[in-house]
Structure formats: structure tokens, C-alpha cells
């Protein structure tokens, strides 16, 4: 099946919710230490720092709704600006 050779080459077509919060904490870090924008890349793509926030966005919007401690962390994701 297609789905198993996606897996087999390391294929992702959407962003893994796990792999965009890495993204993303690494590249705050790099915004605070450098000041430089990054790009990832992951199963043969390049990932933004705009496709990462925009998933990330999402997951954190996915867990306001479990819990009220989601509402802090969303907030914070939302206030930053990318150039």
C-alpha cells in the first residue's frame, strides 16, 4: 500500500504535531540567540517558520478545547510576528 512506502521513506504530508512544537522551540531559541528565521526539513520538504506556527497554532486550538491550561500557551503562540 502507498501508506507504507510514504512511512518507509520518511514522507510526512502534513507537519506531525509532535515534530512542529520541536520546530518551533528551536526556532524561538534561534530568534532569541541569533536573530535569524530557520527552515526545516523533514521528509523532503521544507517547512517555514510560518507552516510551523500555523500548525502549531492549530494543536494548541486543538487542546484549549480539553483544557483550561491550553488558553496561556495559545495565547503566548499568537503574539508572535514573523518579518
Avoid at 501508506?3 to 509532535?18: I, T
Avoid at 522551540?25 to 540567540?33: A, G, T, Y
Avoid at 520538504?45 to 491550561?69: F, I, N, P, Y
Wanted: hydrophobic share 40%.
Amino acid at each position: 500500500m502507498y501508506k507504507d512506502k510514504f512511512n518507509e521513506w520518511g514522507w510526512h504530508k502534513y507537519l506531525p504535531s509532535a515534530m512542529a512544537l520541536w520546530m518551533f522551540h528551536k526556532w524561538e531559541k534561534r530568534m532569541r540567540e541569533m536573530n535569524t528565521d530557520t527552515r526545516f526539513e523533514l521528509g523532503g520538504r521544507t517547512w517555514t517558520s510560518a507552516q510551523v506556527l500555523k500548525r502549531v497554532k492549530r494543536t494548541a486550538s486543538q487542546r484549549l478545547d480539553e483544557s483550561s491550561g491550553g488558553k496561556f500557551y495559545f495565547m503566548m503562540i499568537c503574539d508572535i510576528l514573523f518579518d
